[in-house]
């Protein structure tokens, strides 16, 4: 903040100052001076681009901002943006910029706790804010840039918990740069080497240009550096469309001509499953308001049974224990034997039973070696005792995090992430191929990441914003099912820039096409976190209103499986494909269902056949 005030325009001058004015206008005048203030420099210009928004939020990149035509300070429009949950709702613009010179950064702004500021300057970032304006604002600061520092990066953003903030008329004022003309588009472009999941692409050079974007049917998806790249995550026996543009700091060529390249077949893991299968938590350790369903009772609709929960002895022993619910707690509950029996009998129907770790209260973090040999002993033997299909890692609150610095999903630095990784690949190397391997992430974990991946860049975000997106990366060839938990969660922004609500279709529409579609994490275009295998994905919602926050009814359930595999009854949200062999549906849970009679797997049933 700034420690002096701003002089305001009005008031009459000290009559010393007026004398002087006076006396400086004269002389100025008679030397044919045009202004009585110093000008900026010849080379001196503003570099923002739209910074009045008046063509929208062409140049900006924004987690949560919008074009309004009112309240505007100049001309017809201004930003909106309102922060949300983690999100300060930040609109940003890089820019070209002229080493160890200086430069004025300035704007209007309406609202509370509105900042103001550049980064990447290659000396001292800077920012200014102001607590309150109820009117509009001028918010401004200086910095130099260092000696070798070509881009910088200029932001404003509000506050978590705050309001909707409104900016205008935002300038960087300094020298500028030629920039010269975007390059041409590449020409050449040929598919290579092609897998189940990937495309090798190669193009010819173009004069002038930095680098390039390559775009899969339509869709930015990553950069390159050079003249070749190779695309991943892709669906076996799928077409792809694919182009390539030339980017240099005058701007991005056209696209160049496309190519068409189909991968070939692939098959994932063995695991028994229905082409489409219905999964639920069976409460097996406690008791709540839904009551104890022995696993006799359990319908044949069922083909996923996670039992809840094995949970730890402490947060980071390791150490899994599965104790089933006490008979003073749970009155109807079987023997151990019959127990046993009933899971052999869903077994021999052809359903998978699975020990599920962690839930709410099973805060695991793996922070050593050490913990994470034990997590394999005591996860086996479980699996053992009760003769198991496999797991389910329901990790939730701080099991998971990054630490500062790791900010590379595919590979992982923090501890308790690969720890987890080599746990869960030594327990699928120990069982086999028909090994079931599942995660029940929520959104914070997995689709947040498109915004947002731990501390961030610049340090100060919730480290576990898409924590579990580097587990999912490193088992994606093992892992037979993801269902996120589509309740219980925030707004969060989709493909669409656009943020979505959970208690409605939408919101499993636009969550599940990012994880079908793949998605650049944190807005990196160069880091795109790959799109799964249909046959690899669930969509979870609650089995009623008493079981979570996001319950939507059968028509909604519905509407979303409707567009997700055949395209139709969309609503408002384009989805970037048709996937008709979308897994199923998850839902918390078995025993919710069972207490609202049934309705859950009665509409996936009839949905489904």
Known sequence: MERTAHRGPGGPLPLRRRLLAVCTTVALALSGLAALAPAAGAADADLVRNGGFETGLDG????????????????????????????????????????????????YVRGSYVYLGASGTGTTDVSTWTQSAPDWQRLSTTFR???????????THGWYGTGAYYADDLSLVGPGVDAGQPPAAPTGLTAG????????????????????????????????????????????????????????????????ATVTATTSAGSGPSTGLP????????????????????MADVPDSWDVIDLAFGEPTSTTSGDIRFTRCPVTECPTVESDADFKAAIKAKQAAGKKVLISIGGQNGQVQLTTAAARDTFVASVSKIIDTYGLDGLDIDFEGHSLSLDAGDTNFKSPTTPVIVNLISALKTLKAKYGSRFVLTMAPETFFVQLGYQYYGTGKWGGQDPR???????????????????????????????????????????HIAMTDMLLTGF?????AGNVFPPLRPDQVAIGMPASVNAGNGYVSPAEADKALDCLTKRTNCGSYATHGTWPGLRGLMTWSVNWDRFAGWEFQRNFDGYFG
């Open 60 to 107: 900006w990149t924004c987690t949560a901002g919008a074009v309004v035509t009112s309240p505007v300070r100049t001309g017809g429009s201004a930003l909106r943006a309102t922060p949300a949950g983690s999100d300060y709702a930040q609109c940003s613009q890089t820019l070209t910029v002229r080493p160890d010179s200086a430069y004025t950064l300035a704007g």
């Open 520 to 524: 650049p994490v944190a807005g990196d």
């Open 193 to 256: 080497t092609v897998s189940s999941s990937t495309v090798g692409l190669s193009w010819s050079p173009v004069s002038g240009a930095t680098g390039y974007a390559v775009y899969r049917d339509g869709t930015k998806v990553q950069t390159a550096g050079g003249t070749s790249a190779t695309v991943g995550g892709l669906t076996p026996s799928t077409a792809y469309a694919f182009q390539v543009t030339a980017t240099n700091d005058a701007g991005e060529s056209a696209k160049s």
């Open 465 to 507: 914003a898409g924590a579990y997106l580097p587990v999912i990366y490193a088992l994606r060839d093992d892992l037979t099912l993801l269902h996120v938990q589509d309740y219980n969660s925030g707004p969060i922004m989709g493909l669409d820039n656009q943020y979505h609500s959970m208690g409605g279709a939408d919101f």
């Open 145 to 155: 840039t260092g000696p070798s520092t070509t881009r910088v990066t200029v932001y």
């Open 275 to 294: 082409a489409h299968a219905l999964v639920g938590y069976l409460h097996a350790s406690f008791a709540n308001g839904s009551g104890y369903t022995r």
